[in-house]
């Protein structure tokens, strides 16, 4: 830990502005700027009226402010009244496909994360015969972009019946994926044997083990893994765009192209999209502030030796 | 992908040889149970893993590659056609546009990047080791590619986006960034680099934190340059980080389609008519799954290139920390 290395150095140097130090700390300004204020924009937008948007396109605070494109996401206006407001009037349900959106990516994260806890133990603890030439083979499927098998997938949930449904949005990396196999097993095979051995010799099981004490043990890697799957899922476009036909199974991100294909011909309805957009948004800002500060406060201790 | 994880992302899917030898030690101690290996639990704790493998990732990949031979529209069973599909895909200038164009949108895209993504990194290691800002950087990388891309459009926007009042402020032409033939691939990966930098600056940020600090405050008391150490120290070490992390945003980069999607549709006139973009119409548009098949076999074998060049470039650049 560098950081502490400093404070703790008897011959600390004191760190003296430097034009290099300001520059540096320039560049780093203008790199959070760059990062935060797009989505200051988006609310912005979002609490603002068309009229006034094309009126003032350059203020910094919201214009006409209104809630009225948040009624519009969330298909709370009636069409008249969204189309007097620059709406589309397409009627489109947000609040639907944030529950879509958390079952589906709730689904995925859940039964992946599990089942490939599981056959990562089983590839790093267990001894059986063929494991290497099987975990070869899953350490192949790493090699198979996911774009590859989007259309062969199609075709085999359309066979199975379950296109238009959340089950087939999930289905394809419901059970696996190989990144998260060998993550896994990489921790696994880093658990110290004598651990596991004491436990066998109190009588428990390779079950019990499993599920006593490796998972708790795993709980990092499990929440940093299951986080990255989350975020993953949750912004997944290009699958449920297939799949997915009607209002039942539709996600957010599918609703969300949807909603800017629907512009109105006098112009966008950028109060409504941003709005939408926003709900589309929040949930992963929510979702990482909960779990930032165990995540990205362990990047710091990662590769020291 | 290692955030958390105790290895540096350059022990990325390379296989390794623990594991096999470590059992024998402890053979001798075995249960009886042991001893006939754990056949049967393992076949049961593997059972769902290995169905999903099979089922959603061996046979697509299979039966892609079948489906490339064919003539197949969804209605009626797959007709063998033989290389027709390739023949087609050789002589369609579509196609070559379109590969062009996911080219030209890859080198800016990995260019601009990982220059970037270093820069970021190599702040956060050496001027300050804020977690705040960790998580800030990080940001863009919770939004999907949808969202990504409806912002910027909308920032963008030619007459009411306040990237174009700022243009015009300082007193140019306003720029239809994306809806130009000229501007709008580099927009949407620079789009794109929003969306992805901060999340590449931490996949090499946790291969800098394995550089010990003594080499800096050696170098320091030699009296080295900041400049200087970063060229003799950092870029050496991180060589083979830097290495893995490239192949991986390439092979990322290729497969973009989201954000064309949602902002240029393709358009105009097919200047941002991505690979992905093309199979997807051929497949869903005009329903020719046999040629969008071709074509992402196509892909595929650009890829596996790529990969194979990752070994070679890994196993040339060991780093010296061992």
Redesign the interface.
Known sequence: MAAVADTTTVRRVRRRITPGRAVAWAVMAAIVLLTMLPFYWILRTALSSNDALAAHPGDILPVGATTGGFERALGLQSAEEAIAQGGSGGGLEFWRYLVNSVVVSTLITVCQIFFSAMAAYAFARLRWRGREAVFGLFLAGLMVPAIFTLLPNFVLVKQLGLVDSLLGVALPTMFMTPFAVFFLRQFFMNVPREVEEAALLDGAGKVRIFFRLMLPMASTPLLTLGLLTYITAWNDYFWPLMVSYSDSSRVLTVALAIFRAQTPQTGYDWSGLMAATLIAALPMLVLFGCFARRIVGSISFTGIK | ????????PS?L?L?DA???G??RR?AR?A?AR?EH???R???V??A??????L???????L??VY?SFTRFN?LTPAEWVGLDNYVRMVHDPIFWDSMGVTVEYVVINIGVQTVSAL??AV?L?????S?V???????????????AG??????L?T????GN?IVA?LGFDRIPFLADETWAIPTIALINV?RHV?YTA?LL???L??IP?DMY?AA?VDGA??WRMFWRITMPLLRPVLAVVLIMTV?GS??V??TV??TTAGGPANATNVL?FY??GA??GRFQ?GY??AM?VA??VV??AI?VLQYRLTRAGQSDLG
């Open positions: 992908m290692t955030i958390a994880s105790s290895s540096p022990r899917p296989g623990k594991g096999a470590t059992d402890t101690r249960t042991e290996g754990d056949g639990l393992a076949a704790f593997i769902p893993a290995l169905l999903g493998f089922v959603f990732l061996l046979w697509p990949t039966r892609g489906l969804l820069a970021v702040l290691q050496r001027l300050t080791q977690a800002l960790r998580g800030i950087v990080l940001t863009p990388y919770l939004m999907s590619n949808v969202v409806i912002v910027w459009l909308w920032i926007d007459q009411l986006g306040i009042e402020g929003w901060g931490l940020f946790a291969g934190m394995a600090n405050e320091k340059s900041e092979i290729f497969q389609f989201d999607a949602v992905q199979i997807y497949a869903f799954f969008a098949s992402s892909l595929l890829l596996s990969t």
